[in-house]
């Protein structure tokens, strides 16, 4: 007799930190995904889709949307030494001519993004890594600008 059924999997995907909601300040989150598996002899042979992501705070236990992630209050207060005053400036750290499409800009913001992953860098010293997290924050400053003041 084969038995048949499906079952429900849950895989981490990420850990941080996230604001949580309920907790109402820094807390460390897993995301995790839920996959449906088809199951024979209850062993989970063949995933049928990604059936939905999930953000969880490990402290209280509070599951969220994974856009929860985004959310930040202190997210608008831009950390010391990098403040970005002009479009002009912004198309510049994302290595682009001043007049561009915010499009290009998100293009080039995932390129160079990638090149200062925390994951790409953590082998190298720490002032390296210094640099690239300073980058990263660039990078992502020079974005929401451009998404903010370019449409
Ligand atoms: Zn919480």
């Known amino acids: ?3 048949w059924g499906s079952t429900h999997l849950r895989s981490e995907i990420d850990k941080g930190e996230f604001f ?3 907790c109402k300040g820094p807390a460390p989150f897993a ?3 839920v996959r449906k598996f088809f199951t024979l002899y209850f062993i989970p042979v063949i995933p049928l889709s990604i059936a939905g992501e999930y953000v969880e705070c490990e402290r209280c236990k509070s599951k969220y ?3 929860v992630l985004s959310y930040n ?3 608008m207060i831009p950390p010391k030494g990098v403040e970005i005053n002009s479009l002009g400036q912004a198309f510049r750290i994302l290595e682009l001519p ?3 499409t ?3 800009a998100k293009q080039a913001y995932r390129q160079l993004i990638k090149e200062y992953h925390p994951d790409k860098v953590a082998s190298l010293g720490r002032e390296l890594r210094e640099v690239a997290e300073r980058r990263t924050l660039e990078l992502n400053l020079a974005l ?3 998404q903010e003041h370019c449409s």
């Open 144 to 146: 929401d600008y451009i």
């Open 65 to 67: 949307e994974p856009d």
């Open 31 to 33: 995301k995790k995904r």
């Open 73 to 75: 209050p202190n997210k």
């Open 1 to 3: 007799m084969i038995i």
């Open 102 to 104: 915010v499009n290009a």
């Open 98 to 100: 001043d007049k561009t």
């Open 20 to 22: 949580c909601p309920s």
